[in-house]
């Protein structure tokens, strides 16, 4: 079993649809990243949360670091939102480096 | 204030030559880690670095690899006598302390294909 597992591995939405990406792992502590990865760019960090929801334009990440569950939702999708998304705890002795899940590819069609 | 920085950005080196990949923190910020994505494959750690410190290396593989972060300059990783195998894409992040509650920037990554 991946330490770091996350759902769906692929999503295909219609834009203006709703999105969710869920994401479990059984490693880690405290504090966990999401990111965003273009086709062949580079890696933009969303969001690193530890607890409870973080809101940003029409992004939104919850976790629950009891359950090691963490989601991220995507409102009124863009076509511009297609991308890679990859769940990243903090582990290490001290959280200081991350493992990373599969990612869930994200295709949004006009 | 600049983001992570990373150079260069495509690097093409033949079989035994040496790669050498740079990566500039942000201003301010003195942690650094790289992190490894393999072609059609997820990203995994290499190295975290503090300033002239190697902290935790259990990511690197135990041949022919090595970073450093001098006092002065940026970052570098060292591949020494490449493989087709290393062909992939470099990453960098940095934080501007240690610790689960701060974040890591992340650079544009280098490239590498081994020809």
């Known amino acids: 079993k991946n330490e770091v597992e996350q759902s769906p591995q692929n999503l295909t939405a219609q834009e203006g649809e709703f999105i969710t990406i869920n994401c479990s792992y059984s490693?880690?502590?405290?504090?966990l990243h999401w990111l965003q990865q273009h086709p062949g760019g580079g890696i933009v960090s969303l969001f690193m949360?530890?607890?409870g929801k973080k809101k940003h334009g029409r992004l939104i990440a919850t976790i629950n670091i009891q359950e090691k569950h963490s989601s991220l939702h995507i409102t009124a999708s863009h076509p511009r939102d297609s991308a890679v998304y990859i769940c990243?705890?903090?582990?290490?002795?001290?959280?200081?480096?991350?493992?990373f899940g599969g990612g869930t590819r994200v295709l949004v069609k006009p | 204030n600049a983001g992570v920085m990373q150079n260069p950005r495509h690097l093409v080196r033949r079989r035994g030559q040496e790669a050498r990949l740079r990566c500039s923190p942000m201003k301010g910020h003195s942690h650094v880690y790289w992190y490894r994505q393999l072609p059609e494959e997820g990203l995994k750690f290499m190295v975290y670095?503090?300033?002239?410190?190697?902290?935790?290396e259990s990511g690197m593989p135990k041949e022919r690899f090595s970073a450093e972060f001098p006092k002065e300059g940026p970052s570098i990783l060292r591949i020494q006598q490449v493989v087709r195998g290393d062909s992939a894409a470099y990453f960098c992040a940095s934080s501007p302390l240690q610790g689960p509650s701060n974040e890591q920037f992340f650079g544009p990554g280098t490239r590498l294909t081994v020809l």
């Open positions: 949360l530890s607890s």
């Open positions: 490693v880690g502590i405290s504090a």
């Open positions: 670095l503090q300033k002239e410190n190697i902290i935790d």
């Open positions: 990243a705890p903090r582990t290490g002795a001290a959280g200081n480096k991350l493992t």
